[in-house]
């Protein structure tokens, strides 16, 4: 049994899209204890280890997809989420314009980099479904909240489409529908408690 200690963002909906964030594995390979991980690209590659899908072990097939899961990590997620931010919160935090542009522009480019590697491969890693497409798929969902215009991809929205309509993903992204909360139907009162709770926090000290 494993269990999947979860929140509905993006990032949670990558492990939700795999079936199975931080999960623990009360049955590892290994043979031991309870094993636990955190983050959503490790927790991808623990599954798809573990249960021999989504993720080849040739050794061509498999870093075809290692760097994908990598790039999404280290680039789509990180680059949508602030565009996402900015765009969200510039009327009540001050001119905001550079961030705006800077984080809109930056998500452009990176739709724009999918689009490409699309153009002439059915899925991210080729032609099989994989880790870099589930990877990446939650964080290409709300396209509007970044300012794309992802009709303007062709092959883009061939695979956001495609991958859209698989009954996994739409299993997947259903998970923790329950436990979104429509900020608009909030006072204001609660939805400044939920901003610091999630905004401009600093290290905690480390206890003695």
Do not use: C
Request: no cysteine; net charge positive; glycine share 8%.
């Amino acid at each position: 049994m494993i269990d999947l200690h979860y929140w509905p963002t993006p990032n949670g909906k990558k492990v939700s899209i795999f079936r199975m964030p931080a999960t623990v594995d009360h049955a590892p390979a290994d043979g031991g204890g309870p094993l636990s991980v955190f983050e959503s690209g490790a927790i991808l590659f623990y599954l798809a280890e573990k249960t021999g899908k989504f993720w080849p072990q040739d050794l061509r097939g498999k870093y075809e997809v290692t760097q994908w899961v990598i790039w999404q990590m280290a680039n789509q997620g990180p680059k949508l989420g602030e565009a996402g931010h900015f765009r969200r919160l510039a009327d009540r935090e001050g001119d905001q314009s550079y961030a705006v542009r800077r984080f809109t522009d930056e998500a452009n480019r990176l739709y724009g980099v999918l689009n490409m590697r699309l153009r002439d491969r059915r899925y991210l890693a080729g032609d099989e479904f994989t880790i870099a497409d589930i990877v990446s798929y939650p964080w290409t969902v709300n396209w509007q909240a970044t300012g794309s215009r992802h009709q303007e991809l062709k092959h883009f929205k061939r695979w956001f489409e495609e991958v859209g309509a698989r009954p996994g993903v739409q299993r997947g992204l259903a998970v923790g529908a329950d436990l979104s909360t429509d900020n608009s139907k909030l006072s204001e009162e609660e939805q400044a408690r939920i901003r610091k709770i999630l905004y401009n926090q600093r290290a905690l000290p480390v206890p003695d």
